[in-house]
C-alpha cells in the first residue's frame, strides 16, 4: 500500500491506496471541516449568549417631536395702541434688553407733555424761589431734579431760573431799600436822642452849680452884701434850666419812642414780605398738585410712545410691518425668546409608552435637522404630560404630549458645534428617547417568549 500526501492551505491531508492498478483514493477532510465548523458555532454561540447576558440595552420610549418657545416667550404690547411711527426690528432680529422696537406717532401727547412739563417747570422754579423770600434767605435753592433735565426741559428750566431769580433780586432789593430807610431814620433819631441826652446833662449841672451858689449867696444877701436882685437873677435862671431839662426828656423821649417805630416799620415790611411769599407759596403748591399728575402722565404716555425689549433675545411672530399702521390697545406686537431661556420640546408620546413616563423623567433629545456627526445629544427633563390622549385624524393615531425642558447650558454645547451665533428656531423636529429600565441583550431578545408564554398560562 502506498502513501500520497497532499498539501493545501488547511495543512496536510495523507491518502492511502493499495498497491497495483487498481488503487482507491480516500478523503477525510469533509468530516474534519464539519467538526470544526461546529465547534466555531458553538464557540460563537456561547460567546453570544456571554455576550446578550451582560450587554447593557436598555429599555427606551422613542417620541417624535418639535421644539417650541412658547412657554418661554416674552409677548411685547402696547397699553394704549395708536399709530405706528417707525419699526427698528425684524423677524428673527436679536436685540437687547431696552433696545428700541418700534416707536408710536403722536403729535397731540407731545404737545400735551411739553405743555404741562413748562408749566411744572415754571411752578417749581418759583417755589424755590418763594421758599427763600419765606425764610429771608439771601439766595434760592433751586430744585436738584433741575440738573438732571436734558434737551428743551434743560432749557426752560434755566428759562424759569432766571425769570424766577430776577424777581427775587428785585423783591430782596425793595425790601432792603425799605427796611434800610427805616432803619436808617431810626438810627438818626437815636443820634438826635443822645444830643438831647448830652443837653439835658449839661443843663442838669448848670442847674446844680446854681443851685450851690444860691445856697452860699442867701447866708451873705441877709447882712446885706449881695442885693436881692441878684439872687433873683440866680433864682430865674435856675427855673429856666430846670425847664430846658423837661424839654430834653421830652426830646429824649420822643425820639425814643420814634427810632421805636421806625425799627417797628422795619420788621412789619419783612413780616409783610414772607407773609406775601407764604401766600403765594400756599397757591403754588396747589397749582402744582393740580399739574403733577398730569405732567407725570403725559411723560409715562410719552415714553410709551417708545416701545423696548423686555429682554434681550431674538424677535419672533412679528405681527406689525406698515409705517402708519394703527395698533389697538393690548394687542400683540411681536414676541421676544430670552437667550437665556430653556428650549421646550413637545413631543408626541405613544399610547403604549405613556405609563412608563412620569413627570420628572431624564430625556435625550437629538435633533433630527442637524447633521452634524459630532453634534452632541442633549439631555433635558419632562415637565408636563398630558391627561388625556390626542387624535391625529390625518394620520389616524392617537397620542399623549410631554412637554420636555432643556437647560439654556445644553444649548451652550451645540454652540461650541454650531458657532456662538447659532439658534434654533421654533418649528425644529428632534427625537426624544426616554430610558425606561435597565435591561440585557438577551432579556430584550427573551422578551417576546417571555410575553407570549405569559398569556399562555392565563385561563380566559
Known amino acids: 500500500m502506498g502513501t500520497i500526501q497532499i498539501r493545501d492551505a488547511a495543512g496536510a491531508v495523507e491518502l492511502y491506496y493499495p498497491a497495483g492498478n ?24 456561547v460567546l453570544f449568549l456571554g455576550w446578550a447576558a451582560f450587554a447593557r440595552l436598555d429599555a427606551a420610549a422613542y417620541a417624535p417631536g418639535r421644539l417650541t418657545v412658547s412657554g ?10 395708536g399709530v405706528v411711527g417707525a419699526i427698528f426690528v425684524k423677524e428673527g432680529q436679536h436685540v437687547s434688553q431696552g433696545q428700541p422696537l418700534m416707536e408710536l406717532a403722536s403729535a397731540e401727547v407731545r404737545a400735551q407733555a411739553r405743555i404741562f412739563g413748562t408749566q411744572y417747570i415754571e411752578l417749581k422754579a418759583q417755589r424755590a424761589r418763594l421758599i427763600a423770600e419765606q425764610l429771608g434767605a439771601s439766595h ?24 424766577q431769580l430776577t424777581q427775587f433780586n428785585a423783591r430782596s432789593s425793595v425790601l432792603a431799600a425799605q427796611t434800610g430807610v427805616l432803619r436808617q431814620q431810626a438810627s438818626q433819631v437815636q443820634q438826635t436822642a443822645r444830643g438831647y441826652r448830652s443837653q439835658l446833662a449839661a443843663s442838669s449841672e448848670q442847674a446844680r452849680l446854681i443851685g450851690e451858689e444860691l445856697e452860699s449867696l442867701r447866708g451873705v444877701a441877709e447882712k446885706g452884701f449881695v442885693s436881692q436882685s441878684r439872687i433873683r437873677a440866680l433864682e430865674r435862671a435856675r427855673a429856666d434850666l430846670q425847664g430846658q431839662e423837661g424839654q430834653f426828656s421830652a426830646s429824649i ?5 420814634e427810632a421805636g417805630e421806625n425799627r417797628l416799620k422795619a420788621l412789619e415790611a419783612e413780616k409783610a414780605y414772607k407773609e406775601r411769599a407764604s401766600s403765594e407759596l400756599r397757591d403754588v403748591e396747589f397749582s402744582l398738585n393740580e399739574v403733577l399728575p398730569k405732567y407725570r402722565a403725559a411723560r409715562d404716555q410719552l415714553a410709551r410712545l417708545q416701545i423696548r425689549a423686555p429682554a434681550t433675545g431674538t424677535i419672533v411672530g412679528l405681527n406689525v410691518f406698515t409705517v402708519g399702521g394703527v395698533i389697538s390697545a393690548g394687542q400683540k406686537l411681536m414676541d421676544i425668546v430670552p437667550d437665556r431661556a430653556g428650549l421646550v420640546i413637545e413631543a408626541r408620546i405613544s399610547p403604549e409608552d405613556i ?40 394620520a389616524g393615531v392617537s397620542f ?28 425644529m423636529p428632534v427625537q426624544v428617547l426616554v430610558p425606561l429600565r435597565r435591561r440585557t441583550a438577551l432579556q430584550y431578545a427573551l422578551e417576546p417568549l417571555t410575553q407570549s408564554l405569559w398569556l399562555s398560562f392565563r385561563e380566559h
Open 22 to 45: 487498481g488503487a482507491e483514493i480516500i478523503d477525510d477532510r469533509p468530516e474534519r471541516d464539519m467538526r470544526a465548523g461546529m465547534i466555531i458555532a458553538a464557540l460563537f454561540f
Open 72 to 81: 418661554q416667550r416674552q409677548s411685547v404690547q402696547h397699553r394704549d395702541g
Open 140 to 163: 434760592v435753592l433751586w430744585p436738584a431734579e433741575f440738573a438732571m433735565l436734558k434737551g428743551q426741559e434743560k432749557a426752560d428750566a434755566e428759562e424759569a431760573i432766571r425769570l
Open 253 to 257: 423821649a420822643r425820639s425814643g419812642a
Open 355 to 394: 405609563d412608563d413616563l412620569k413627570v420628572g423623567q431624564q430625556a435625550q433629545i437629538k435633533f433630527s435637522s442637524l447633521h452634524e456627526r459630532d453634534l452632541p445629544i442633549m439631555d433635558g427633563r419632562i415637565t408636563r404630560l398630558s391627561a388625556d390622549s390626542f387624535q391625529d385624524e390625518k
Open 400 to 427: 399623549y404630549t410631554a412637554e420636555v425642558m432643556v437647560p439654556p447650558m445644553e444649548l451652550d454645547r451645540i454652540r461650541s458645534v454650531r458657532g456662538k451665533d447659532f439658534s434654533l428656531k421654533a418649528g
